[in-house]
């Protein structure tokens, strides 16, 4: 499975983006799936992840209201659309393939990676 994310850059405070994160190879539709990011300096942590249906997901109290994961399996695509952004979600944006159908807040669960996207958002 290739994982690219894709839809980061520069935004002004208050701003939205919509990140993709699209597949190749084999489909994500049995797997949860999660969004990551990493600030220079610091660990990489956990942004949203969303069950294999969409039907169940989850947030980081710092994003809840303002981020929202969703998916469309027969794309094999995964979204995060992030509002009213503020200058500390300034990071490497990462998604990730869960081992199984489930969703998970820790990094360790998920297998495959993409590359990353950088956002960067401006006070």
């Known amino acids: 499975v290739q994982l690219q994310a894709s839809g980061g850059g520069l935004v002004q405070a208050g701003g939205s983006l919509r990140l993709t994160c699209a597949t190749s190879?084999?489909?994500?539709?049995?797997?949860?799936m999660g969004w990551f990011r990493q600030a220079p300096g610091k660990e990489r942590e956990f942004v949203a992840a969303?069950?294999?249906?969409?039907?169940?997901?989850y947030y980081a109290d710092s994003v809840k209201g303002r981020f929202t994961i969703s998916r469309d399996n027969a794309k094999n695509t995964v979204y995060l659309q992030m509002n009213s952004l503020k200058p500390e979600d300034t990071a490497v944006y990462y998604c990730?393939?869960?081992?199984?159908?489930?969703?998970?807040?820790?990094?360790?669960?998920?297998?495959?990676w993409g590359q990353g996207t950088l956002v960067t958002v401006s006070s």
């Open positions: 969303i069950s294999w249906s969409g039907g169940s997901t």
């Open positions: 190879g084999r489909t994500i539709r049995r797997y949860g």
């Open positions: 990730a393939r869960k081992w199984d159908s489930s969703y998970s807040t820790s990094r360790e669960e998920y297998d495959y």
